[in-house]
């Protein structure tokens, strides 16, 4: 039976795990992989989530939505992040926010209570496993606290040179590339797609970035 583990032999989820403790644990969790098309719910809101999700391929929106069908994209997962965890490792497991396969995805799914179940014979392995979960749940709040710091700013410049800050400190380098279209960044920094347009513009025309589509670069020193 294929167990995946050189898809994610590398990932921080599987850190300190062998080939051969990966797939004792994706046997005895009871692990599985899913597809989901472009543009596909993965979870709606009020669905109960039961497993920890970790993206192989693809992009996945978390996504809030209000009763006039306004969405905000409140974080983006790529390969090797987690997604649904927070639902999980809850108390009614009921998501309170969308699962968006931003792109096509590929998704290792472990159940959460399996995890969690110890057990006289519990190994190594599974001890690790846990404390790697508990790791990228840190990680992932780390950067909701970040997206919180992003729309907490009064104007949409503030919160466009915050975000682009972020970026460029995580590259290393004033020249990045945005990973969201113009859709989803204003529906990232709760912001309209024509006012955000706008707003690119006169940033451009003050010194302070230049862009060509999603490739940015910052005039001003954001490192």
């Known amino acids: 039976m294929k167990t995946h583990y050189n898809e994610v032999k590398e990932l921080r989820l599987f850190k300190n795990i062998k080939e051969e403790e990966f797939n004792r644990l994706y046997t005895s969790l009871g692990m599985y992989v899913k597809r989901y098309k472009k543009g596909s719910y993965i979870v709606l809101s009020e669905e109960p989530v039961r497993c920890v999700s970790l993206v192989l391929e693809g992009v996945v929106h978390m996504e809030s939505e209000d009763v006039w069908g306004n969405r905000t994209i409140l974080v983006f997962m790529n390969r090797g992040d987690l997604f649904g965890e927070t639902f999980a490792c809850g108390t009614s497991q009921a998501s309170v926010v969308n699962f968006l396969a931003a792109r096509d995805v590929v998704a290792l799914n472990i159940p959460f ?104 670069r910052l005039l001003v020193d954001a490192i």
Do not use: W
Not at 142 to 165: A, G, H, N, P, W
């Open 113 to 216: 209570q399996a995890v969690m179940q110890l057990t006289p014979d519990m190994d190594r392995s599974q001890v690790q496993l846990m404390g790697n979960i508990l790791t990228s749940i840190a990680d992932k709040n780390v950067r909701l606290m970040q997206k919180l710091d992003i729309v907490s700013k009064r104007t949409l410049r503030e919160k466009l040179l915050t975000y682009f800050s972020l970026i460029a400190r995580a590259h290393g380098s004033n020249e990045f590339d945005v990973p969201l279209g113009r859709v989803g960044l204003g529906e990232y920094l709760c912001a309209d797609r024509s006012a955000l347009t706008r707003e690119l513009s006169r940033m451009r025309d003050d010194g302070l970035i230049e862009y060509e589509k999603n490739h940015f």
